[in-house]
C-alpha cells in the first residue's frame, strides 16, 4: 500500500463518518460506496476504487457543504483532493505494463488455425452421418410389407 493511497483512505474514512453521522437516508448510495471500496482497497491494496470515488465524494461534499456547513469542512474536502492529486501520477505508471501483453495478441491467430483444421472432418462426418441416415430411411420405407396369412391356414 502506498502512503499517498493510505492517505486518501484516512480521508475517505473521515468523509464516511462525517456522511454517516448526518443521518440522512439519501445519503445511502455514497456512504454505502466509500465503505466498500475502503474496505476493497484494505484487501487487496488496489486504490483504483479508492480514486473512483474519491472524485465523486469531493463532487457530493461541495454539493451539500452549505447545508451542512458545520459537518462538511472545507478541511475535509481539501484533504480527500490533496489525497486524489499526490497520486495522479502514479496511477498511469501502472497502466504502463499493458504494453507487454500486446506479444501474445500474435500468438492467438495461430490457436485459432488449429481448431479450425481439427473442425473440418468433424462437419465431414456429420455429413456423412446425414446421408448414412437417409439411406437407411429410403431403404427401410421401400421394403415390401409381409404378405397377410390367410385364414385357416396355420398351424393346428
Known sequence: MSTDASK???????????????????????????????????????????????????DFLKSNQEKYSKQITQKLIDDISKATQTEAAPVKKAAAPKKAAAPKKEEAPKKAEAPKKAAAPKKAAVVQDAAATATKAKKETTKKPAAPKAPGKGKK
Not at 17 to 27: A, D, H, V, Y
Not at 32 to 58: C, F, M, Q
Open 8 to 58: 486518501l483512505d484516512k480521508a475517505l474514512d473521515a468523509a464516511y463518518e462525517k456522511i454517516s453521522k448526518l443521518n440522512n437516508p439519501e445519503f445511502t448510495s455514497i456512504t454505502d460506496k466509500i465503505k466498500y471500496l475502503i474496505h476493497s482497497y484494505r484487501a487487496d491494496g488496489n486504490p483504483v476504487g479508492l480514486y473512483e470515488v474519491a472524485t465523486e465524494t469531493v
